[in-house]
């Protein structure tokens, strides 16, 4: 069965397609075909028509069902499609299949997402990943082209051009993969350097993630006053952007804007953006921002979650942003997710709406990390002193005669190095 997508504006579509999505359950079909335009959108691509396949798992040969490649490859034809899409990952085998039944380009969903990184970095470490990204999603499908060739290998008059070719390229990708992997460790050891840095001063670290599009960058914007992209299109910004923000009662902290995520984020990417979605998994805690005007919240709630699982960041304390309460059809119902949510807000990045409920929740979560102590600090060890400035917040020090004097407010870690010179009295 086949559809027309919805119309989307695009002054200068670079390609057509068509659509081929394959999903199991049909309550997810508008949250897919939705999200596969959008990323179409973002990538200059112009869907022509939607075909949708229902499978519990890909086909080896051909990712999709004969019957069903057979009426793409005509569907493709008569609306002289320039590429036939396929939101999945498809192997080098099957791609080299399917374009030779379709004679037209096969892209996949990676790809595709690829292609909106490339588009989308501006800063030598996003080109980098970018880059990173794409060699390592193709090193497979390289050694798939030159499959017949190995196949000849051992035998005299066997050996050709073919084979060397690909030894040749597979050296190629290698070496440049190992070039671009030291290059993103050397921005890495910068971007820990410029971490530990910003630890020497007594805040903590606060990450926004979200599903792309859920209003991050606004939300940055309107907190720190700073200039971040901000674009509906899927992954506007790729490059974090962390600025000291203010708190009531002369708290702050540092909170950093992170690459959005989405459903099936690929894992090519998780790893190529290793160094830059550290940010979260060094955060304190995390604002989990939910565009609570998308019909499908939960479903990109879920996706957010399933990525930070991934990060090893699940478990960090959150706590939950309801974004775009003025966009929803039902505000009061959003108000009522504040209810069923433990630490949760409902607010308007863009309106400003709730914003002020949304700072009371995070300084009750500085709060919450940090812990009020006396301590009398022995001489010989003053660099628990700077501990306490790094990872804390330092109300009085005083120097006396049998050791440094000092009442903080500090993290749980830090209060049990000082649990041995903790005191009741001043």
Known sequence: ??????????????????????????????????????????????????????????????YIGS????????????????IVLIDGEVSGMQQRNLEKVFETRVVDRTQLILDIFARRARTKEGMLQVELAQ???????????????????????????????????????????????DEIKEVKRVRDQQRTSRRKHPFPFASIVGYTSAGKS????RMADTDVLVDAMPFATLDPTTRKIDLPDGYALFLTDTVGFIRNLPTHLVAAFQSTLEEVT????????????????????????ETLHYLGAKDKPAITVFNKIDAANDPTLVRGLVAEFPNSVAISATTGEGMDDLLAAIKRQVQDLL???????????????QECYNFGRVLKEEYREDGIYIEAELVKEMQGLLAPYIITEA
Not at 30 to 51: F, N
Not at 140 to 168: A, D, H, N
Request: hydrophobic share 40%; charged share 30%.
């Open 218 to 221: 606004t939300l940055m914007n």
């Open 135 to 181: 060699l390592t999603y193709m090193m497979p499908k390289l050694m798939s082209v030159y499959t017949k060739f190995e196949r000849q290998k051992g035998g005299i008059g066997m050996r050709g051009p073919g084979e060397t070719k690909l030894e040749s390229d597979k050296r190629l990708v290698r070496d440049r993969i190992s070039r671009l992997k």
């Open 282 to 305: 060094f955060s304190d805690f995390i604002l989990h921002l939910v565009d609570v005007s998308a019909p499908s919240w939960e479903s990109q709630r879920d996706a957010v979650l």
């Open 67 to 82: 019957g069903k490649v057979e009426e793409i490859a005509i569907v493709a034809k008569d609306l002289k499609a320039d």
């Open 371 to 385: 812990g009020y102590i006396k301590a009398l600090i022995p001489y010989s060890h003053t660099s628990l002193i």
């Open 1 to 62: 069965m086949s559809r027309s997508p919805k119309t989307i504006s695009n002054e200068d579509p670079i390609e057509t397609a068509l659509l081929v999505v394959v999903n199991q359950d049909e309550l997810d079909d508008t949250v897919v075909e939705e999200e596969l335009i959008g990323l179409c959108e973002a990538a200059g691509v112009q869907p022509l028509t939607i075909v949708r396949q229902r499978l519990e798992r890909p086909y080896k040969g051909t």
